[in-house]
């Protein structure tokens, strides 16, 4: 059986996606889980997908549940929608969103079909991880490997740095000390 991967994309920041592959008879609601595993988001709130086309427009609703709001055409269900179904086209791109009182809005284009699955792998399964996930509610606090890959990644050492984040005591900064003072000397003639 074939397997899709799509992309998702943060909206907010393209550099923030995750691939997800999925079987073509899997669902919307497998796809709306797994999305949520791989943002680290609870499933707490509401969702829907947008099927959408290269101007990222909002087309057919597949929604999580039936509800009254109005609308042009009928929606369809997650749970009794299979992706396969809504794939009309190699480059298919659907609108993702999540949480409407936050209004999490996530881009997610197909990348890629293997004409075989790996019967080693559950679907569906994040294959990849660029970037950090944003905070549901608010800001996350960065611990364990997380803290890890940000020093890493930005170099955020404590080598030389006090308990406030400072160098040690008499080190001069990037500037020579001369000069450090005819700054200070011109800052005091703007006041």
């Known amino acids: 059986m074939p397997v899709l991967k799509f992309r998702v994309y943060w909206e907010e920041d393209e550099s923030v996606y995750r691939d997800i592959a999925i079987k073509p008879t899997q669902t919307f609601l497998q796809f709306h889980q797994a999305i949520l595993q791989a943002f680290e988001f609870d499933s707490k709130h509401k969702a829907t997908f947008f099927r959408s086309n290269d101007n990222w427009q909002r087309g057919r609703e597949i929604i999580l549940e039936m509800d009254k709001t109005p609308r042009k055409a009928e929606p369809l269900l997650m749970s009794e929608t299979p992706i396969g179904a809504a794939v009309k086209d190699p480059n298919q791109k659907f609108i993702y969103v999540y949480d409407f009182a936050k209004n999490w809005s996530f881009l997610v284009e197909l990348i890629g079909v293997s004409k075989e699955e790996n019967i080693k792998i559950t679907y569906p399964t994040c294959v990849r991880k660029e970037g950090l996930a944003p905070s ?19 170099d955020l050492n404590k080598e030389g740095m006090d308990e406030e984040g400072f160098g040690e005591e008499g080190e001069e900064d990037s500037m020579g000390g001369d000069q450090a003072e005819e700054m200070g000397a011109e800052d005091d003639l703007m006041f």
Do not use: I
């Open 136 to 154: 549901q509610y608010g800001t996350k606090g960065l611990v364990g490997d997380k803290l890890v890959e940000m020093e890493e990644k930005y």
